[in-house]
């Protein structure tokens, strides 16, 4: 059993910063890219930020120089810094995870529950 669990989302005024944390628990082997997505109502799931445990990051071209991905492997946690927010940014973000469980099972883009982020103009 793996649970990827969201904290951080809320309501903000345009111009200000939230920080998301997502924190991976369970029988868990290792983990390879973590991130973040997002979806507003009405639209397509969005890319925002990934994170491999090599480093590697990349930005959805929307929030790049305003977001900031990191990650702590020891504790299996990825955190999304939210700065300059704008009403665009909007919804409901969903961490995932591609990772291989204790078991030997390999989790492909595995979701949390997701957490809101409402930006106030």
């Known amino acids: 059993q793996v649970q990827l669990v969201e904290s951080g989302g809320g309501l903000v005024q345009a111009g200000g910063s939230l920080r998301l944390s997502c924190t991976a628990s369970g029988s868990i082997f290792s983990i390879n890219a973590m991130g973040w997505y997002r979806q507003a109502p009405g639209k397509q799931r969005e890319l925002v930020a990934a994170s491999t445990s090599g480093g590697n990051t990349n930005y959805a071209d929307s929030v790049k120089g305003r977001f900031t991905i990191s990650r702590d492997n020891a504790k299996n946690t990825v955190y999304l810094q939210m700065n300059s927010l704008k009403p665009e940014d909007t919804a409901v973000y969903y961490c995932?995870?591609?990772?291989?469980?204790?078991?030997?099972?390999?989790?492909?883009?595995?979701w949390g529950q997701g957490t809101q982020v409402t930006v106030s103009s």
């Open positions: 995932f995870a591609d990772l291989l469980t204790q078991g030997g099972t390999y989790l492909h883009d595995y």
